[in-house]
């Protein structure tokens, strides 16, 4: 089946650590996303990538690195920069601008 | 910044009965979406408009796209238990990578 896979499913970070979320997708989509969501409110937008080698910053990409060396793969870095990091992760595709947004089943990340 | 305004907040409803939720925006978006998203899941599309005054059905569900592009509106006929969860709805800026989500409708369904 055709669909976005994120690993894994619960992370817990130490103080001072960077932790990288995984997220691969089938669907041949050009365009990769993270956004975060929080408990009660809507979801914010971490980082894009449109194409191979290229991403953007979202809304709220400080603290956080994304690399999109492969079409299928984009993971998230948090690194210790970022100061409140316990939040729903999740990864979205579409086939490109404009198009239906699609998502993976999400990381829950939480801080030790 | 942009927003999307959804009603209600949450609900409480009896199996079996129909639910009606909606989403407004200041602003007129080309592409509207409804998602769902179970609790620690990811949202799931449920449903995607692209003409104004267009009705379009899945399954039980059926989301109409407002005539005047500001607004969505999205119905659940004869609710069962596994409809709870929290329903979103999205636009998309045309043209761009930007999409603008709701802050949702949680439904609860009571049996």
């Known amino acids: 089946d055709g669909g976005i896979t994120q690993s894994p499913k619960y992370l817990f970070r130490k103080e001072g650590q960077n932790v990288t979320l995984s997220c691969e997708q089938n669907?041949?989509?050009?365009?990769m996303y993270w956004y975060r969501q929080d408990p009660g409110q809507g979801l914010r937008l971490i980082y894009y990538s449109q194409i191979v080698n290229d991403f953007q910053k979202g809304d709220i990409a400080e603290g956080y690195s994304v690399s999109r060396e492969k079409k299928e793969s984009f993971p998230l870095t948090v690194t210790s920069a970022q100061k409140n990091p316990t939040a729903f992760y999740l990864c979205?595709?579409?086939?490109?601008?404009?198009?239906?947004?699609?998502f993976g089943s999400g990381t829950q990340l939480s801080v030790l | 910044g942009q927003q999307l305004n959804q009603s209600p907040q949450s609900m409480f409803i009896q199996e079996g009965e129909d639910v009606s939720m909606n989403c407004t925006s200041s602003s007129i978006f080309n592409t509207w979406l409804w998602y769902k998203q179970d609790p620690g899941e990811g949202p799931v599309l449920l449903i995607a408009l692209y003409k104004a005054g267009e009705l379009t059905s899945n399954g039980r569900l059926t989301a109409q796209f407002g005539i005047t592009r500001k607004d969505s509106f999205l119905n659940i006929s004869a609710s069962i238990p596994s409809d709870v969860g929290i329903y979103f709805c999205a636009v998309i800026f045309s043209g761009t990578y930007k999409y603008i989500f709701g802050t949702g409708t949680r439904l609860k369904v009571l049996a």
């Open positions: 979205a595709s579409s086939q490109t601008a404009n198009e239906k947004l699609f």
């Open positions: 669907l041949n989509h050009d365009a």
